[in-house]
């Protein structure tokens, strides 16, 4: 098991059916990404990448194939199970923070330990700390709607990290961001990385894609480049 990659996928197609309608938007993908790797998924609309980061992130599951997560077929778990591998191995940043808009930046971030066992004072000098790795030690106190749409996606990121995730999935983190506010969360996305968590992230703007030590390029549900 030490020596399996992080995320390997067996065959994995993801298909809807609505009446006699069956749409299949992932078509039978292989995939292996290592511990460590900054991936970036491209492609069109429709092109199935973010359906794919969904599954990766086990908020979706796949209609066949295997997901293994370090060794571990975790698309066959139940729903508790599953949920306890998000809350422990991922993180998750979106192109829309979903910050609390009547919690504080602080409270924000301590909201994905209320569900594990550490104290709420452990909770708290740990989101302190990653508010400060963030540059956001003081606005720990501030609503959203007294921050910028940059810091509250550095809030955001910040409560993705809050259970030293394996795993950061990122769906278009800047795209409500400028560019200069983009760069800025790069950077701290690619902080991240050199740390070794494994970032998956799911991109559409070039300039963010190159953040990434790796691309992988779908088209039509399949995989139709990768470096």
Do not use: C, W
Not at 14 to 33: A, F, M, P, S
Not at 124 to 137: F, H, K, S, W
């Amino acid at each position: 098991m030490g020596d399996a990659p992080l995320i390997r996928l067996e065959g994995v197609s993801k298909r809807y059916v609505q009446g006699e309608l069956t749409t299949e938007v992932l078509k039978g993908l292989d995939l292996t990404i290592n511990r460590g790797d900054f991936v970036a998924l491209q492609g069109p609309s429709g092109s199935g990448k973010s359906t794919l980061l969904h599954i990766l992130g086990l908020l979706d599951r796949p209609t066949t194939g295997r997901y293994l997560l370090s060794g571990q077929d975790v698309s066959s778990m139940d729903d508790d199970a599953q949920s306890g591998v998000r809350n422990t191995q991922f993180g998750f940043v979106f192109q829309s923070f979903y910050l609390i808009p009547y919690a504080s930046a602080l409270e924000n971030v301590l909201l994905p330990g209320l569900y594990g066992t550490k104290s709420r004072r452990e909770l708290t000098l740990r989101a302190q700390e990653i508010l400060d790795q963030v540059g956001l030690t003081d606005r720990a106190g501030y609503r959203p709607s007294q921050l910028s749409g940059g810091q509250q996606q550095r809030v955001a990121l910040a409560r993705a990290l809050l259970n030293r995730p394996a795993v950061i999935f990122a769906d278009e983190p800047t795209g409500q961001l400028d560019s200069t506010t983009s760069g800025e969360i790069m950077s701290l996305l690619a902080q991240i990385n050199a740390g070794g968590t494994t970032v998956i992230m799911v991109t559409h703007d070039e300039e963010t894609a190159s953040y990434a030590a790796s691309s992988i390029q779908m088209l039509d549900g399949a995989i139709a480049q990768s470096d």
